[in-house]
């Protein structure tokens, strides 16, 4: 390897990271840092409001069309990370109240696949 050249994060160091990151609020330095420019961003089937995208500016899009869909915040939480070879799951937590939907506890189940480094796709079951 040159010198010049930035090591590749393994699984489990781009599991921590994004997990610290996530539990800071910092969900858009999350994308920019450990996700590639391509990445996938996959939500259930029929979902309102939210949708399947590609690319890292959709992504970004989506996130912050999530946020302007959230009126209050009153709690939150984000598992510790499970990872399996290039996978990374978390269970996320998060009640709060919604414009025009009221409050809601929505619990759910976050899969990353990473490939040389970075995330590529993300998936989310709830």
């Known amino acids: 390897m040159l010198a010049t050249q930035e090591a590749v994060k393994t699984t489990q ?6 997990v610290q990151l ?10 920019n840092e ?17 949708q399947t995208v590609s690319g890292l500016d959709a992504i970004r899009k989506k996130g912050q069309d999530f946020q302007n869909m959230v009126e209050t915040i009153h709690s939150g939480s984000i598992s510790d990370p499970i990872v399996g070879g290039r996978f990374i799951s978390l269970a996320l937590v998060l009640d709060a109240t919604y414009k025009g939907m009221g409050r809601q506890k929505m619990e759910e189940i ?13 998936q989310f079951f709830y």
């Open 22 to 31: 996530c539990r800071e609020g910092k969900y858009e330095e999350a994308q």
């Open 34 to 50: 450990l996700f590639t420019e391509d990445a996938e961003s996959i939500e259930p089937p029929g979902v309102p409001g939210l």
């Open 13 to 18: 160091e781009i599991a921590d990271r994004l």
């Open 110 to 122: 976050a899969v990353y696949e990473t490939k040389d480094g970075k995330i590529v796709k993300e």
